[in-house]
């Protein structure tokens, strides 16, 4: 990759994490072009030479959030013996993400899809199913080997709801760390002690 190429791969890097943060905190429909150009030192006019649209930039901050949650996820389960440690995976991957240096970028994802447009939304499902296919197929194991339920389906929906929400009440001062949430919410599901994982 030539200097001009990195250069333009970083200022878009740039400029997504930047409207991760101000459509999280500002919401996307009240974030203006001139915002965008604010936060990273660029004149309005200058961010379409990085993308075509307003909208473009959502789409791009949306897959940066679950791309970076799938990997991560990926990344952990690889390294899981049994299903128990994978049922661990996907909780403390997930709450590390949302509750962590993914924060902004799923926020969004969570609560600006009504403003992506009917064209956009594909590639976008794409990569929430196959995000969340790593959830079934665990589930489903954890279910062959008699730890959760047979209605898988109904509990990846369940599950991911209530992680969802913890952005409106979780507090990093609080009495537990997000590692420590993560156990304890599988301890509930198991109904027994959390062990370590890898």
Known sequence: MNNLAHDHNNRRMELVLAAASLFRDLGYERTTVRDLGNAVGLQSGSLFYHFRSKEEIL???????????????????????????????????????LLGENQAALEVMLYEWRSVS?????????LRDR???????????????????SDTRLLRRTLLGSLHWTVQWFHP??????????????????????????
């Not at 991560?72 to 909780?91: G, T, V």
């Open 59 to 97: 789409v791009a901050v949306m897959a940066l959030g679950i791309t970076r949650t799938t990997e991560q996820l990926e990344a952990a389960l690889s390294c899981a013996d049994n299903p128990r440690d994978k049922l661990a995976a996907l909780f403390r991957v997930h709450l590390n993400s």
């Open 118 to 126: 009917a064209a956009a939304r594909p590639g976008l499902v794409v």
């Open 131 to 149: 995000y969340e296919a790593l959830w079934q197929t665990v589930l489903d194991e954890a279910a062959a080997a008699g730890l959760v339920g």
């Open 173 to 198: 001062e609080g009495e537990m760390d997000v590692d420590r949430l993560a156990d304890r919410m599988l301890a509930l599901l198991l109904r027994e002690e959390p062990s370590s994982t890898c």
